[in-house]
C-alpha cells in the first residue's frame, strides 16, 4: 500500500508541475493583444528607417563619386532614374580607355526618387571645365562631379526621397562642394 501511495503522490506531482490548456489560452490571448497594440508603432518606426537607409546609401554614393573624380581626375556622373527605381555611377565615356565603371543600384521599391530641375544656365557663377559628351545615360538626371571637386552647374541642386507621405532631400550645399540630407524645412543632418 505504501508502494501504491507513494506512485499516487508522484502522478500529483506532474499534474501539477505543467500548465493547463486554459492557462496556456489566456497567456496567448494576451500575447496577441498586446502584439496589436504594439504592431503599428512598430511598422512606422521600420517605415521610416527604409526612406532613412535609401537618403544615407545615396548620399554615401555622392561622395564616393566625388572621391572618384578627383582620385582619377575624370569626370563622374551618378545618374538617376525614376522610372525604373534605380541610380548609378559612371566614369564619363571618351576620357578614358578602360572600361567606364557603370555600377547600378536598385531604390526599394516603397520609395520613389525624383529630382528637382537644374539651375537655369544664365544664373550660372561657376566655371565648367569638362563638356559633357553623350553616354548611356545621357537622357537621365545626372549628378556630375568633376576633377576639381566642385558639382556641375547643370548638376540637380535637389534629390527628392518620398516614402508614402515621409520625404527626405538630398539638396547640394552652397558652397557646390557637396550634397547634404534635409529632413525638415531647415534641418540639415551632414
Request: aromatic share 8%; proline share 6%.
Amino acid at each position: 500500500m505504501t508502494l501504491l501511495a507513494g506512485a499516487q503522490l508522484r502522478n500529483k506531482d506532474r499534474r501539477d508541475a505543467g500548465f493547463t490548456l486554459i492557462e496556456l489560452i489566456v497567456v496567448m490571448t494576451m500575447m496577441v493583444i498586446v502584439l496589436g497594440i504594439v504592431f503599428p508603432a512598430l511598422q512606422g518606426f521600420f517605415h521610416g528607417r527604409v526612406l532613412d537607409n535609401e537618403a544615407t546609401r545615396f548620399l554615401a554614393l555622392t561622395r564616393y563619386g566625388q572621391s572618384r573624380a578627383i582620385a582619377e581626375g575624370l569626370p563622374i556622373d551618378l545618374w538617376i532614374n525614376s522610372k525604373m527605381g534605380t541610380y548609378g555611377l559612371e566614369a564619363e565615356s571618351g576620357y578614358t580607355e578602360t572600361q567606364s565603371g557603370l555600377r547600378t543600384y536598385p531604390v526599394s521599391p516603397e520609395i520613389q526618387v525624383s529630382v528637382s530641375p537644374p539651375p537655369s544656365i544664365s544664373t550660372m557663377t561657376r566655371s565648367n571645365y569638362w563638356t559633357r559628351s553623350t553616354t548611356r545615360v545621357a537622357a537621365l538626371p545626372t549628378l556630375r562631379f568633376q576633377p576639381d571637386g566642385f558639382i556641375d552647374e547643370s548638376s540637380p541642386q535637389t534629390i527628392f526621397f518620398r516614402q508614402a507621405d515621409s520625404l527626405i532631400r538630398v539638396v547640394e550645399t552652397p558652397t557646390h562642394l557637396r550634397y547634404e540630407i534635409q529632413t525638415g524645412p531647415s534641418t540639415v543632418r551632414r
